[in-house]
């Protein structure tokens, strides 16, 4: 199954689970193998073949043994500046998210379009 944006977080958390656990049958091994590898409790990894949440360390190091790293950099992109970004900060990065500006029509009272 695909996942996408419009299932529910357990949908996808199921969907996770049990590709997880694809993977480790495929590389014929088995739970206790993999927690022993992975450094963590035959319940975490029970756990994570389930669908149930994980802390994000755990994963990271179930993904490690099951030689399923590459992933990672395909979940969240590396920002790369556009080069017009980069001009106009002068080679700098940015460190904050600004807001959006209002429009000139937005700072007066607010009214129906009706009363007009």
């Known amino acids: 199954m695909k996942i996408e944006k419009t299932q529910s977080d357990e949908a996808v958390l199921q969907e996770l689970g049990k590709r997880i656990t694809r993977r480790r049958i495929d590389l014929q091994l088995t739970q206790a193998a993999l927690a022993v590898e992975s450094g963590l409790s035959k319940r ?8 149930s949440t994980a802390q994000m360390s755990s994963i990271i190091r179930i993904l490690r043994v099951l030689d399923l790293m590459d992933g990672l950099n395909n979940l969240i992109p590396e920002a790369v500046p556009r080069p017009l970004e980069l001009l106009k900060l002068k080679g700098k990065e940015r460190q904050r998210a600004s807001s959006k500006r209002r429009g000139k029509h ?8 009706d009363d007009r």
């Open 106 to 113: 937005s700072a007066g009272k607010w009214s129906w379009k």
């Open 44 to 51: 975490t990894v029970e756990r994570v073949e389930a669908g």
